[in-house]
C-alpha cells in the first residue's frame, strides 16, 4: 500500500543520493508535493513523445526494460526510504502510462486521445479495479510498486483502443 506521508529532508536525501532513487521518483516529477501519481503519469508523457516514434517491436522492448529499470530502482528507492511503496516513487505511473498509450501506436486518433489515455489510466490506477488493488495490497518492494501500475495501464489501454475502433 502507498504510504502517505511526505518525504522528511533525510529521505529525500537517501532518495535522490543514487540513480536508482532518481529513476523511482520519476526524475522528480514524484517529488511534487501533492498529486504525485498524476505528475509522474503528467512527466511520462514527454518522453512518450520520442518513444512512440519507435517500431513496435522496439516499443515493446522499451517498455520491458523500463519495467525491469524500475522494478529494480523502486526496490532500491524503497530500501533507502525505508517505506516499500512511497508515493514519491512514480517510475510505475511512467510505465503504466505508456503502456496506456500503446493503442495510439497501432490506431488512427487525432491528438487528443492522449489527454483521454492519460485519464483513463489515472481512472484505473486511483479505481483500482480487481485485481489492480489486490496486487497493490499484497505485492512488496520494487515489483509491487511497478505491477499494480501495469495492470492499471493494461486496463487503459483496452479500453482505449475500444473506444478508438468504435469510433473509426
Same mark, same amino acid.
Given at each position: 500500500?502507498?504510504?502517505?506521508?511526505?518525504?522528511?529532508?533525510?529521505?529525500?536525501?537517501?532518495?535522490?543520493?543514487?540513480?536508482?532513487?532518481?529513476? @523511482?521518483? *520519476?526524475?522528480?516529477?514524484?517529488?511534487?508535493? =501533492?498529486?504525485?501519481?498524476?505528475? /509522474?503519469?503528467?512527466? %511520462?508523457? +514527454? !518522453?512518450?513523445?520520442?518513444?512512440?516514434?519507435?517500431?513496435?517491436?522496439?516499443?515493446?522492448?522499451?517498455?520491458?526494460?523500463?519495467?525491469?529499470?524500475?522494478?529494480?530502482?523502486?526496490?532500491?528507492?524503497?530500501? @533507502?526510504? *525505508?517505506?516499500?511503496?512511497?508515493?514519491?516513487? =512514480?517510475?510505475?505511473?511512467?510505465? /503504466?502510462?505508456?503502456? %496506456?498509450? +500503446? !493503442?495510439?501506436?497501432?490506431?488512427?486518433?487525432?491528438?487528443?486521445?492522449?489527454?483521454?489515455?492519460?485519464?483513463?489510466?489515472?481512472?484505473?490506477?486511483?479505481?483500482?479495479?480487481?485485481?489492480?488493488?489486490?496486487?497493490?495490497?499484497?505485492?512488496?518492494?520494487?515489483?509491487?510498486?511497478?505491477?499494480?501500475?501495469?495492470?492499471?495501464?493494461?486496463? %487503459?489501454?483496452?479500453?482505449?483502443?475500444?473506444?478508438?475502433?468504435?469510433?473509426?
Amino acid at each position: 500500500m502507498t504510504e502517505s506521508k511526505k518525504l522528511t529532508r533525510d529521505q529525500r536525501r537517501r532518495l535522490l543520493a543514487s540513480p536508482a532513487g532518481w529513476l @523511482a521518483c *520519476g526524475l522528480g516529477s514524484g517529488l511534487a508535493p =501533492v498529486a504525485q501519481g498524476t505528475f /509522474g503519469s503528467l512527466a %511520462a508523457i +514527454l !518522453p512518450w513523445l520520442v518513444l512512440r516514434r519507435l517500431e513496435l517491436p522496439l516499443y515493446v522492448l522499451a517498455l520491458a526494460l523500463a519495467f525491469a529499470l524500475g522494478v529494480w530502482a523502486c526496490n532500491v528507492a524503497g530500501r @533507502a526510504l *525505508g517505506v516499500d511503496d512511497h508515493r514519491s516513487l =512514480v517510475w510505475d505511473e511512467f510505465v /503504466g502510462q505508456w503502456l %496506456a498509450l +500503446l !493503442p495510439l501506436l497501432l490506431l488512427p486518433a487525432p491528438w487528443w486521445m492522449i489527454a483521454v489515455g492519460f485519464g483513463l489510466f489515472r481512472l484505473f490506477d486511483v479505481w483500482k479495479p480487481w485485481p489492480i488493488g489486490w496486487l497493490d495490497g499484497h505485492m512488496k518492494g520494487g515489483l509491487g510498486v511497478m505491477i499494480d501500475d501495469v495492470v492499471a495501464g493494461i486496463y %487503459a489501454a483496452v479500453v482505449l483502443a475500444m473506444a478508438l475502433t468504435l469510433t473509426h
